[in-house]
């Protein structure tokens, strides 16, 4: 896909992953509307697009409202006329393990943003990406295709998203792509600082590290972006995650270990 002159919808544009592809999708000659629940963050994100040259538009959305999807696109069809990529990357998670939660109300809310709020962003945005022969794009992550200890509800929610991309890329295959980035954990974004703690509340109690084996913002970016381009239907980031449904159907037990010892290794304390 050629991203110069094309039209970009970015939810979760106001941090991390989606604040970074906006900027990129924009230097590349796209024109992009970010969207997100912070109308400060995006409306300086957008001015900050402008004022290299770019062409952009902030539209306050929170992706659970369907109305406020459907006024997204609304927006961006009176300014540009046309969508042509979708970029599903709102999302929030948790850290906890599961018998220790006291508040379990906190699930609705993943489902709600991690996959409710994606599907409401598609159910809008199909017919005109059906239009432009456009592309969806899912900032995924490998804990859409295995369970991992401590992100119960998270990896159940973007299971859910993954399950719903899959077969949305079946049933329009010709009239839209769908590319699902499968990605590692990435530094340098709020993901874990807002994640749902045991409680429920967002107050930090498990503090996390980022180890080596860490992604950067800035090298997640780009490889989504070639991805874009090569119109790939997935992309695992960093590459070596592409082993991940080998080693799930032969060597399980294997692969769980390495798991357990990751998240354990991305753990400083736990109280
Ligand atoms: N960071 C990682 O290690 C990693 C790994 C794999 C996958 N991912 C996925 O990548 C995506 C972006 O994560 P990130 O790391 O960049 O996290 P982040 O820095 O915390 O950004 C999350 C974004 O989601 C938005 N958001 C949350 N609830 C929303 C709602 N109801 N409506 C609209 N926007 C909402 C936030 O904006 P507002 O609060 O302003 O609404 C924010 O812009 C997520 O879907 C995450 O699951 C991240």
């Known amino acids: 896909m050629v991203i110069k002159g094309k039209v970009f919808i970015v939810t979760g544009a106001s941090s991390g992953i ?3 592809l906006s900027k990129s999708f924009a230097k590349s000659g796209a024109h992009v509307v970010c969207a997100a629940r912070r109308k400060d963050h995006i409306d ?6 402008k004022s290299f040259g770019g062409s952009s538009l902030a539209v306050q959305t929170d992706v659970t409202i369907l109305k406020e999807c459907a006024n997204m696109i609304e927006k961006t069809m009176e300014l540009y006329g046309r969508i042509d990529c979708l970029v599903l990357n709102a999302g929030i998670s948790m850290w906890s393990k599961f018998e220790k939660i006291t508040n379990i109300e906190f699930f609705d809310d993943l489902i709600k943003v991690n996959y409710l709020g994606a599907v409401n962003c598609c159910y809008t945005a199909l017919p005109h990406l059906k239009k432009t022969n456009g592309k969806i794009v899912s900032t995924s992550t490998a804990q859409a295709l295995i369970g991992f200890p401590n992100h119960s509800g998270y990896v159940a929610s973007k299971h859910a998203l993954h399950g719903f991309l899959s077969t949305l890329a079946m049933e329009h295959r010709g009239e839209i792509s769908v590319l699902e980035a499968v990605l590692s954990w990435i530094r340098g974004t709020n993901l874990r600082n807002n994640a749902f703690e045991f409680d429920g509340s967002k107050d930090i109690k498990t503090l996390k590290k980022h180890t080596k ?26 590459g070596k995650l592409r082993l991940l449904p080998f080693l799930n159907l032969f060597f399980k037990n294997y692969l769980e270990r390495k798991v357990k010892s990751a998240i354990d290794e991305n753990i400083v304390t736990e109280e």
Request: with cysteine.
């Open 18 to 20: 989606g604040k970074q």
């Open 44 to 49: 300086s994100l957008s001015d900050s697009i």
């Open 213 to 238: 084996e860490s992604v950067s913002l800035n090298d997640c970016v780009e490889k989504i972006i070639q991805a874009i381009k090569d119109e790939k239907r997935e992309i695992y980031i960093p």
